[in-house]
């Protein structure tokens, strides 16, 4: 059997949560390295759901995550963190009480020593991020939250970033200039796999696009192809 080219190759995954509950019934994920993944489907589908096994926030019943060729389905979240996933939950992914930095420096935490010259380097990437640098957390917008929390992500230098709906409750200009960041990020070669209601602007911005339909993966290819397919508009993009 010749090893996988993949960073990322999630199998037969089945999960939920509680014993009794299962939301993914084997769905399936892969992400090259450096590649950028638009997870769409309709809402119950288990899209969140797969992120959160991936990144080690549920126990799976069944199924195989292999991380570089190594099997970390058992592994502990830390663990995943420090084998270089981050996850960005769609809520409470800042702390608002604290500074723009200090939230940085949280996000840091598995290399502390590490973490001060990451943070400059993060302001250079997000000029905001530095203006309002010791402004509390709770005082940034919406989208400039969602920033921050890719920031605080991006401080373990991660080898795969899983965003959760990121661009949930934004204007549309804001989630048109988080779709900007997110791809520049891609572009820095950081592999990331997203899971987005804004089914469109994200297959624009992806490499591949794959559908998730009752805890199942239905469909997997090219995401511009995805995106222009009629019977997919007709489903999942609204006409």
Do not use: W
């Not at 995954?13 to 450096?34: F, N, Q, R, T, W």
């Not at 799976?60 to 996933?85: H, P, Q, Y």
């Not at 520049?184 to 297959?203: D, F, S």
């Not at 911005?205 to 007709?234: F, K, N, Q, S, Y």
């Amino acid at each position: 059997m010749g090893v996988s080219a993949d960073l990322l190759s999630a199998s037969g995954i089945v999960c939920g949560y509680g014993a009794a509950d299962e939301i993914l019934k084997g769905a399936a994920l892969s992400v090259a390295p450096g590649g950028l993944v638009a997870i769409i489907g309709p809402n119950g589908a288990g899209k969140s759901t797969l992120l959160k096994a991936v990144a080690g926030m549920l126990r799976l019943k069944a199924g195989s995550i292999m991380l570089d060729g190594r099997e970390i389905g058992g592994a502990s979240a830390r663990d995943r963190a420090r084998a270089g996933v981050a996850f960005v939950p769609q809520e409470a992914n800042i702390f608002p009480t604290m500074t723009v930095r200090e939230n940085l420096e949280m996000g840091g935490f598995l290399e502390p020593k590490a973490a001060a010259g990451r943070i400059e380097g993060l302001f250079g990437r997000f000029p905001m991020l530095a203006e309002k640098r010791r402004s509390a957390a709770r005082t940034l917008s919406g989208g400039q939250r969602q920033i921050l929390a890719m920031a605080m992500a991006l401080m373990v230098q991660p080898r795969l970033l899983l965003l959760d709906e990121p661009s949930a409750g934004l204007s549309p200009k804001a989630a048109e200039a988080l779709f900007d960041s997110i791809a520049a990020i891609h572009a820095e070669g950081t592999a990331i796999a997203m899971v987005e209601q804004n089914a469109q602007e994200a297959l624009m911005i992806a490499d591949t696009g794959v559908v998730l339909v009752d805890g199942r993966t239905a469909l997997v290819g090219p995401a511009r192809t995805m995106a222009a397919d009629p019977e997919v508009r007709r489903m999942f993009l609204g006409g």
